[in-house]
């Protein structure tokens, strides 16, 4: 049986308390240390205020030197959402018709026994693979999150394929330069030129801005961003640049014709590092700012500007973001700007070439957590974003299997974070779909659930965390206890495998604090004890592996302007059974920009993307006072001339549509976007909508080419005023 943490650990940091930002003096505050659990490649190293048990402020480490002090608001008054009046404290069975809202209180016993005894009836009706465990990043730590894969693999129940976030861009990532990796992040101080592209780092990971900004002080380094619109971060820059959704490839195009026309590109880099620097320039031959301008929209004189900057310094960094590969060609988008790196060949010096994610350097063996060893190869995948297709019956998304029905959710909510909204609440609204949400909050997706279990933050159990967006490994123990009878998602999963005859395997019986000890080990890190003095591990590779100094992550070690689609790696790919995604076909030769998007038509003479709100975190922090304050209320971002043509005006409700559904927002009429463009920020509760129904009513779940993915910025719709 699972030995929970005990009592509160605290480390009594050699920080003072009068040390953070000049506030006053408590002697009886300690300073705990943590990791921010979201979802954010920032991944901060926290600082947390404790007084009595209780948290107070949130600090970012100032002795962390890729966090340095600095974190988002919304995490900084992380006490607003711990002591929210609304957390869930009590398991609650469901007591009215579905999604009615009645609920009776029961016990964890009685609430475990019921999904467990729905579980095994699901099992005995339709095969194992009628169960289909659901989790993803509301938390980031591995041994709360990734715990469910191996009851899933124990059971034989559905297995998960996670598409909602990084398919699209690791793909593209990986086609080019072969591995996840990337030079140093804290090499941007060292750039004379940031390209922050396609991630709104001010709302979305603000230590970007960190070092992206003392390069600017310290070097008089210019700050590139380009984006869909005119965002917070882009207020920042020295050049902004704005594009329509899904014609970045055309943009990362015309960049690269022009460094081949007026002689920027590095041609001896090209010859040592790259498979085909001869049939690239002849492609782009085509490939003219003109040309791209008809597409993306960005007028050639700012389109030669970026060129003519990024191919005059080498010492440029290329901050690349997920944004602008939520399209349905957003692999070749994220390849296609890569690319440009490898032409001006950047990589070769400090504080330059390209960055994503290092989520490839970490080494942290999960197969214990996961239960590899008790993995079926033969058990079907599905896919996380078409979700509402699965739970209504689409044969083609079940992969010709049974239906699903049972589910355990935990760490999402895909009543609301989901694409096709309207199909997901039909799926789970089904009379024969049992659900088990383990939650925070009574969120959407658990007001649609039979049980509901109430669940821990991060700084109420222990775990560990990995820095997508830099190179520390960081520990987040167990601070302050959970209030009520809120439990971690690890017991949830070990109380389960008890009931349903697997708490004998491999992996089952062990504590978090077990876990981890246990895969620090592997790591040559030490154990939970050890690691806890250490606060954090730097695990960044050197400058000649970072850079790809010693060739490429591909066979031959040339970076690849020649994909191949369908045989690259990619960190997401799914199993061979689930086959090659989305109209793969089509995906360019080389770098280009590729029409797979849903173009505007008649009917949807707009395109909307769905971008970040600064306070908001997925559908986290939607319910926080302070976050709430700053958002105000749905808005869509539009085009003076477009609102003008539209008759609309500040404030105005209006209703924007597609074949999917219908949503009313209000009017923000803005010049910081290209006309034909409608942007709505933040994945607002559904319930904060007019008819109940959130922005995702509208998104579309059809797959990324080649491995899969969520075009969340990538719709078509037209806008009218609301009636
Ligand atoms: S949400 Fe991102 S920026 Fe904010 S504290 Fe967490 S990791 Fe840092």
Redesign the pocket.
């Known amino acids: 049986m699972a030995k929970w943490a005990g009592s509160n650990w605290l480390y009594s940091s050699a920080l003072k308390f009068a040390s953070l930002n000049g506030m006053n003096t408590h002697a009886d505050i300690h300073i705990g240390h943590s990791a ?1 659990p ?1 979802d ?1 490649p ?3 190293a926290l600082d947390v205020e404790v007084k009595d048990g209780r948290i107070g402020r949130v600090h970012g480490a100032r002795d962390n030197s890729y966090t340095a002090g600095v ?2 608001a ?2 900084a008054r992380y006490a607003e959402r711990i002591y929210h009046p609304d957390r869930l404290l009590k398991p609650l069975v469901r007591a009215g018709a579905k999604g009615e809202g009645a609920w009776k209180e029961a016990s964890w016993e009685a609430a475990l026994d019921r999904v467990a005894e729905a579980f095994l009836k699901a099992e005995q009706a339709h095969g194992s693979e009628a169960v289909w465990p659901y989790q993803y990043a509301g938390t980031m730590g591995l041994v709360q999150r990734d715990s469910i894969h191996r009851l899933r693999h124990a059971k034989r129940y559905s297995g998960f394929f996670g598409t909602i976030c990084t398919n699209p861009a690791w793909t593209g990532w990986m086609m080019g330069a072969g591995k996840l990796r990337g030079p140093d992040p804290r090499e941007m101080a060292k750039a004379d030129c940031v390209v922050i592209w396609g991630t709104n780092a001010v709302a979305t ?3 970007v801005m960190t070092h992206a900004i003392r390069a600017r002080k310290e070097r008089g380094a210019r700050i590139v961003v380009i984006d869909v619109y005119d965002n917070a971060t882009m207020k920042q820059a020295d050049l902004g640049i704005v594009v329509k959704p899904g014609t970045d490839g055309a943009l990362a195009c015309a960049v690269m014709h022009v460094l081949f026309r007026e002689g920027l590109a590095d041609r001896a880099y090209l010859e040592r590092y790259t498979d085909d620097p001869q049939g690239l320039e002849a492609h782009l031959f085509t490939r003219t700012p003109e040309w791209a301008s008809a597409i993306c929209g960005v007028p050639v004189a700012e389109i030669e500007a970026l060129a003519r900057l990024v191919g005059g310094t080498r010492r440029t960094f290329f901050r690349l973001g997920y944004g602008f590969t939520r399209n349905r060609n957003g692999a070749a988008n994220m390849h296609a700007a890569l690319s440009i790196a490898a032409v001006t060949g950047c990589w070769q010096y400090e504080g330059g070439g390209a960055f994503h994610s290092n989520s490839g350097i970490f080494g942290l063996d999960k197969s214990l957590i996961e239960g590899h060893a008790l993995a079926d190869p033969a058990i079907r995948f599905l896919d996380q974003s078409q979700i509402g297709r699965i739970l209504t019956g689409d044969a083609g998304a079940l992969h010709g299997g049974p239906p699903v029905t049972a589910m355990l959710i935990q760490n999402t909510n895909p009543a609301n974070v989901a694409p096709e909204q309207r199909l997901v609440k039909r799926g789970f609204l089904r009379d024969d779909l049992f659900t088990c949400v383990h939650e925070q909050f009574m969120t959407d997706t658990a007001k649609l659930a039979d049980v509901v279990l109430p669940a821990t933050m991060f700084l109420e159990h222990d775990d560990i965390y990995r820095g997508g967006g830099h190179q520390h490994i960081i520990l987040g123990p167990k601070l302050v206890d959970a209030p009520g009878e809120a439990r971690p998602n690890l017991f949830v999963i070990e109380e389960l495998a008890r009931r349903l005859g697997v708490a004998d395997r491999p992996g089952f019986g062990l504590s978090a604090r077990e876990h981890l000890d246990w895969m620090l080990g592997r790591r040559g890190l030490g154990t939970f004890d050890s690691f806890r003095e250490e606060r954090w591990a730097d695990v960044q590779p050197d400058f000649e592996t970072s850079h790809f100094i010693h060739g490429f992550g591909h066979p031959d070690g040339r970076f690849r302007f020649r994909p191949d689609w369908q045989n690259t790696p990619s960190p997401d790919r799914p199993p061979e059974s689930m086959g090659t995604q989305g109209d793969y076909a089509r995906l360019p030769v080389f770098p280009d920009h590729v029409e797979l998007i849903e173009l505007a038509d008649a009917q949807h003479p707009f395109r909307l993307a769905t971008s970040p709100a600064r306070t908001f ?1 997925n559908s986290s922090f939607t319910e926080t006072p302070g976050s709430l304050k700053r958002e105000g209320r749905p808005e869509l971002m539009l085009h003076p001339e477009d609102a003008a043509s539209l008759g609309l005006a500040e404030g105005d409700r209006v209703e924007i549509g597609n074949h999917r559904g219908e949503v009313v927002l209000h009017a923000k009429v803005f010049d910081g976007v290209r006309r034909g463009v409608v942007i709505a920020e933040g994945i607002w509760p559904n319930s904060a909508h007019e008819r109940g129904e959130g922005i995702n009513v509208l998104t579309g779940a059809d797959a990324v080419a080649p491995y899969g993915g969520a075009a969340f910025h990538d719709t078509k719709v037209w806008v009218k005023a609301a009636g």
Request: aromatic share 0%.
């Open positions: 921010c979201h954010c920032s991944t901060c974190i988002c919304k995490v990971q603000v230590n975190l």
